[in-house]
T-cell receptor
Framework: GQSLEQPSEVTAVEGAIVQMNCTYQ??????LSWYQQHDGGAPTFLSY????GLEETGRFSSFLSRSDSYGYLLLQELQMKDSASYFC???????????FGKGTRLSVIA | ETGVTQSPTHLIKTRGQQVTLRCSSQ?????VSWYQQALGQGPQFIFQ???????GRGNFPPRFSGLQFPNYSSELNVNALELDDSALYLC????????????FGPGTRLTVT
C-alpha cells in the first residue's frame, strides 16, 4: 500500500518563500503530484515529478528524491491568494489509483 | 472545453437512505475517479472507471457502487447511508488510466442526519 506524511500547517509572510514537505511509503512508485485546494473549492493540479530533481512552473517548484522517498513544493513570492491546503499524492506502478496525503494548510499573513 | 461538473451541489439525507451522485467528465477524458473527502483530510480514493469498467477500488464497503456511461459520465451510489458518510464527494477525470493530471469537479457536499 501507500502512505504519505505532510506537516499539517504552515504559516508564512506575504512575499516570502515557503517549502512544504512530503514523505511517502509505497510498494511501487510512478510519480509524485501536488494539488492545491482552496476552502470550499476543488483540488487543482499544480505539478508532477516522475524523476529526481526540480520542476519549475512560475512561482511554484516541486522537487523529488526517489532514493529518499521525499518531495517538496516550493512557493516563491507568496501572495495572500496562496492561502490554501496543499496535497501531495503518489501513484504506484500498474495504474494503481492516486493516493493523497492529509495535506498542509498554508496561511499567508501580511 | 467543458470542465468536470457534479450534481447536486449539496444534499441532505437521513441515515439508512440511498443516494446517487452524478459527474460529467471533461471532454475527451475516458477515466473517472471518485473520492471522499472528510473535513480537514485529503481525498480518499473510492473507485475508478475506465471505458465503463471498474478499474480499481479503495477501502470502501460494497454499499458504495458506481457506473460509467458510454459518454464517460459517471454515477456514485451509496446505499444504507451512515452518519460517517457525511463528506465532500469529488469526481475527477483524466486522459487514460495513467493520466498524470486529474481534473476535479466542484464536489457534492453530502450530509447524513
Amino acid at each position: 500500500g501507500q502512505s504519505l506524511e505532510q506537516p499539517s500547517e504552515v504559516t508564512a509572510v506575504e512575499g516570502a518563500i515557503v517549502q512544504m514537505n512530503c514523505t511517502y511509503q509505497t510498494s511501487g512508485f510512478y510519480g509524485l503530484s501536488w494539488y492545491q485546494q482552496h476552502d470550499g473549492g476543488a483540488p487543482t493540479f499544480l505539478s508532477y515529478n516522475a524523476l529526481d530533481g526540480l520542476e519549475e512552473t512560475g512561482r511554484f517548484s516541486s522537487f523529488l528524491s526517489r532514493s529518499d522517498s521525499y518531495g517538496y513544493l516550493l512557493l516563491q513570492e507568496l501572495q495572500m491568494k496562496d492561502s490554501a491546503s496543499y496535497f501531495c499524492a503518489v501513484r504506484g506502478r500498474g495504474n494503481t489509483p492516486l493516493v493523497f496525503g492529509k495535506g498542509t494548510r498554508l496561511s499567508v499573513i501580511a | 472545453e467543458t470542465g468536470v461538473t457534479q450534481s447536486p451541489t449539496h444534499l441532505i439525507k437521513t441515515r439508512g437512505q440511498q443516494v446517487t451522485l452524478r459527474c460529467s467528465s471533461q471532454s475527451g477524458h475516458n477515466t473517472v475517479s471518485w473520492y471522499q473527502q472528510a473535513l480537514g483530510q485529503g481525498p480518499q480514493f473510492i473507485f475508478q472507471y475506465y471505458r465503463e469498467e471498474e478499474n480499481g477500488r479503495g477501502n470502501f464497503p460494497p454499499r458504495f457502487s458506481g457506473l460509467q456511461f458510454p459518454n464517460y459520465s459517471s454515477e456514485l451510489n451509496v446505499n444504507a447511508l451512515e452518519l460517517d458518510d457525511s463528506a465532500l464527494y469529488l469526481c475527477a477525470s483524466s486522459e487514460g488510466l495513467a493520466g498524470v493530471e486529474q481534473y476535479f469537479g466542484p464536489g457534492t457536499r453530502l450530509t447524513v442526519t
